[in-house]
């Protein structure tokens, strides 16, 4: 079992900057893939980021590619979302997730566990 409480959205500008954290509890952070998505008010959840186990590996959406970056501590059970250059359309509902497999995934479905979701708003 792993619960994931997420930490660090908020109202910014746009071309703003937040750094979203997720901590995870539980022994065996390390052997999880983690990922984010968001959910934007009327619409579906969709992918944001991915990372694999030991952070090798990383996956975004084409929309966040390039602004966006996800990185994990496995010391610290905390995987972390860093956007930049924030835009109107990224204002959702960040949500973390975890996947028990080591490869990353940017399918929903694939994930086993979410936290509750941050609230992040880019005003324009």
């Known amino acids: 079992q792993v619960q994931l409480v997420e930490s660090g959205g908020g109202l910014v500008q746009a071309g703003g900057s937040l750094r979203l954290s997720c901590a995870a509890s539980?022994?065996?952070?390390?052997?999880?893939?983690m990922g984010w998505f968001r959910q934007a008010p009327g619409k579906e959840r969709e992918f944001v980021a991915a990372?694999?186990?030991?952070?090798?590996?990383?996956y975004y959406a084409d929309s966040v590619k390039g602004r966006f970056t996800i990185s994990r501590d496995n010391a610290k059970n905390t995987v972390y979302l860093q956007m930049n250059s924030l835009k109107s359309e990224d204002t959702a509902v960040y949500y973390c997730?975890?996947?028990?497999?080591?490869?990353?995934?940017?399918?929903?479905?694939?994930?086993?566990?979410w936290g509750q979701g941050t609230q992040v708003t880019v005003s324009s």
């Open positions: 997730a975890a996947r028990r497999s080591r490869a990353s995934s940017s399918w929903s479905a694939d994930y086993d566990y």
């Open positions: 990372i694999s186990w030991g952070g090798g590996s990383t």
């Open positions: 539980g022994r065996t952070f390390s052997a999880y893939a």
